[in-house]
């Protein structure tokens, strides 16, 4: 019998844990979990639970951020950090985030019913609002898990409430005020390193046939949530000479954007660019007007730092052009960005070696997507992330994890716990 078929008995509560949190977040066609709201607050405590029928310790941080440590037997020592995170982006799926704590969670389960006894801690982390549709503003709970919160992050509004990050956290049983730059909120001691799954957001391990990845990197990305571009409301019978038409602005900057991808796809460097949001002003667009007003956001991403900065150029280069030409004024509006994740390389080997000793066929990805991840390896701790098969992306109804492909991951896990906790 292979490691992962050992994990078998785990299958059916993970299951459960799964239709659990399909429930809390239901909201057809797909499932909302928002970010320091009751549904994420739920998920947690669905894993609180589960915490303690393990006999596991229960923490949290100044950011309302989840911790669930299994003692080690020398308390002092690095301990081994796993976790993702509970809340999806509007209408998405049930798996993006979520699925790599309960894998962590199965993981501790076949331990410790198998007498395994750790040298040391070994944390389970559920960390909030990895999602940035919320607060304009991603990986806010790893962010001040680790101390890199901007400051003005807590006066962000939330989406749909229009109340602040600050108030949302406190309404969580956080501490705002203690979120201070520089101070780390994880629990007490070194941490030896963090690991995390996640579904793939991409179709690459099914069309491989492989149900695991062993990621390479996760990219850095630079987003601007509201793009503003100012021209003049004008009649539809304008001539064209004398228009200053902002969606016609915002057209121009989009099809030269899908050039620039379009090059450096030729050229094999990788890289992503995407525009959610696109339109004019619902207040007072019509048929008949030529639009004055139009708004768009950007994600910009790469797994180089100098790829990202010089990217970023050309994106504004695009921008004044095309403010040149059409006569309009564009407002860049806030700028966020999120840093580059290296996974490790020795880290990469292990997990690559614990899969093998469970029988878990894998191959090597590169994630195309942020992850919580991300802060850590810019942190300097040593990360690795295995990536789940998954037929239909990501954030959006459609999700398809296999539960079998989850069990994979959390027997890597297991293995991997077995061979260096």
Not at 51 to 80: H, S
Not at 88 to 112: M, Q
Not at 269 to 279: C, E, L, P, Q
Not at 301 to 330: K, N, Q
Request: charged share 20%; proline share 6%.
């Amino acid at each position: 019998m292979t490691r992962a078929a050992a994990l078998a008995p785990e299958a059916p509560r993970v299951q459960a844990m799964l239709d659990a949190l399909a429930v809390i977040g239901a909201d057809p066609p797909g499932i909302t979990r928002h970010a320091f709201g009751d549904r994420e607050d739920a998920a947690h405590a669905l894993a609180v639970d589960e915490a303690r029928r393990l006999g596991l310790d229960i923490t949290r941080d100044a950011a309302a951020n989840l911790y669930l440590t299994w003692p080690g037997a020398d308390r002092a020592a690095p301990r081994t950090l796993l976790g993702s995170h509970f809340d999806t982006v509007r209408h998405g799926g049930n798996f993006d985030g979520a699925a790599g704590v309960v894998a962590a969670l199965a993981a501790v389960s076949a331990l410790k019913a198998e007498g395994f006894a750790p040298r040391a801690d070994i944390t389970i982390a559920a960390f909030r609002c990895e999602e940035a549709v919320w607060f304009g503003l991603g990986l806010i709970g790893s962010r001040a898990a680790l101390g890199i919160l901007p400051p003005e992050a807590l006066d962000r509004r939330r989406a749909d409430t229009g109340l602040t990050l600050a108030q949302h956290i406190a309404r969580c049983g956080g501490d705002p005020a203690a979120l201070k730059p520089g101070t780390r909120h994880l629990p007490p001691g070194p941490i030896r390193c963090f690991l995390e799954a996640h579904i793939e957001q991409a179709p690459s391990l099914l069309e491989a046939g492989v149900p695991i990845g062993i990621c390479t990197g996760i990219p850095g990305n630079v987003r601007h949530a509201a793009i503003r571009i100012t021209g003049q409301d004008a009649h539809v019978g304008l001539p064209r000479r004398f228009r200053r038409d902002a969606a016609l602005a915002g057209a121009e900057i989009f099809t030269a954007l899908d050039a620039l991808w379009a090059e450096e796809d030729a050229a094999c460097r990788a890289m992503a660019v995407t525009i959610g949001r696109f339109h004019t002003d619902a207040a007072k667009h019509e048929i008949t007007v030529v639009a004055g007003d139009f708004t768009f956001s950007i994600d910009l991403r790469a797994y180089d730092v100098d790829h990202l900065a010089a990217l970023e150029r050309r994106f504004h280069d695009i921008l004044d052009s095309t403010a040149h030409r059409r006569g309009v004024a564009i407002d860049r509006g806030p700028r966020n960005a999120a840093p580059l994740g290296p996974c490790d390389p020795a880290l990469q080997a292990a997990l690559a070696a614990a899969a093998a000793r469970a029988g878990v066929a894998t191959m090597p990805l590169g994630s195309p997507a942020s992850h919580d991840a991300a802060n850590f390896a810019a942190q300097g701790i040593p990360t690795g992330l295995l990536l789940i098969r998954n037929a239909n992306g990501s954030h959006n109804p459609h999700e398809a994890m296999d539960t079998a492909d989850l069990m994979t991951a959390a027997a890597t896990f297991a293995e991997f716990l077995r061979e260096t906790a």
